[in-house]
């Protein structure tokens, strides 16, 4: 009857009431004012209609998706799915109708890709509060303005000359202006020439900029051009062969002013060596003032001495190195040298002259480290088995060989699984080849017979406290078995009297 009352209304006042008494819940805050408009959202026998009707309302999603642009037209699961499927309703008031998870939301899938540092920065930093994430500006300036160091003169276009990588990664190429970069400029921060980020007025002349470098102080003119180019300052076309002195080796490579302290046209230097040179000699004059003699203009440790021939000490290995006041520390022409290793490296002699003074027996002039010939097996110690193949430092802590101690228990002691009960003596079991190769007999080398279940048990089981030196151990049944002595010490503590090492079992007293 109900329904019968219902069909005789109009079909959409039927479809209100019907649609009100099905509801499954109070829509949340934002659809309150649609509460009692069901047809709004929904129409009666068409579901494919509700997303039709979301874009109605939702105009700026539904553009989006038609659009293919924003999230929900880029996310394909968002364009092809109901809009209800993400964003559900009639949960009540206070329910979210957005499922939105910030750590998990890939913005690639938005109309601005995080790339470079973008992709380090959290969401709040470009996401202000109260703003819809779509409002979010993706102009550079928008968000970098209080970072921008140009103050606007540049414009606002960020991107024309910076990546999202790094700010310092510029693409701008200054050939598009009056001045393009070449040489050292290229390589020269835009601050050094824009000071205080003034681009209008920069000067283009060489002396403009580089009035405060130049070391002549004007006396040969402002066209710097005339023998320097932007390679570099020390890079001048200046022919100085022409003034009586060319330069060669590191003259070439040497900046004017650090030859001519005073203007070179007003000064005539001297051209000997030490006039230059005086402070750099280390000899102090004591090999005279020509230095030309032994050095080259290429270079002060390219000595035209011969040591070999000229002494009988020739330079080889790590010798061929040393410049000549490492070894000769007083006049070479006055003082001679000795020849013996220790006598120049007695400091350097790490062994602390345990291994005497005779550096050369094994070690050569290559390096203190190279192919040394020191043979172990001449030793007290002879290197066999895996003792071969260990580095020298795992067992020499220090240099100083010998303060090393030949007891196996000194370098073994963390790898002794028996924790001492055996003693120090390793060696009475076990030898160099291996851990597991041990040969000890405990019949032959003890007081106590292993027979019967004596003979399967590990060492442990008896040898249960550790030994400082030389092991000692009660052949008395009772010192082990005192706790298995069921007679509780009634029989006495001469468990043999009655038991054999074969089982406790089966006792048999024997009078």
Known sequence: MVCLALFSLG?????????????????ATPHANLESRCDACHIAFDRGAQNRLCSA????????????TGFHGRDRRASAQTCSSCHSDHHGRTATMVAFNPQRFDHAVTDYPLRGAHTRVTCAQCHASGRKFRQTPSACVECHRADEPHRGRLGVRCASCHSDENWTQIRFDHSDTQFPLTGAHVRTRCTACHANERYDGTPTTCIGCHREDDHHRGSLGENCGECHSTANWATQRFDHARTGFPLRGQHGRIACAACHVQPAGQVRLPIECVACHRSDDSHRGRNGPNCQECHSETDWRQTRFDHARQTRFPLRGGHARLTCAQCHTQPAREVRLAMTCISCHRDDDAHAGQQGTQCEQCHNDGGWKAAVRFDHGLTAFPLIGEHVGVACATCHA??????????????HRDDDRHERRLGPNCAACHSPVGWAAWRFDHDAQTDFDLTGAH??????ACHTRPMRNRVSQSSACI??????????GEFGSECGRCHTT????GARPRL
């Open 11 to 27: 079909s959409a006042s039927a479809q209100t009431v019907i649609e009100r008494l099905v509801s499954p819940g109070p829509l």
């Open 502 to 505: 074969e089982r406790f079992a």
């Open 479 to 488: 010192a082990c078995h005192r706790s298995d002595d069921i007679h509780r």
């Open 398 to 411: 220090t240099p100083r060989f010998k303060d090393a101690s030949t007891e196996c228990a000194e370098c």
């Open 455 to 460: 003979a399967g048990l590990q060492c442990e």
């Open 57 to 68: 309302c939702h105009t700026t999603v539904g553009a989006d998706v038609a659009a293919h």
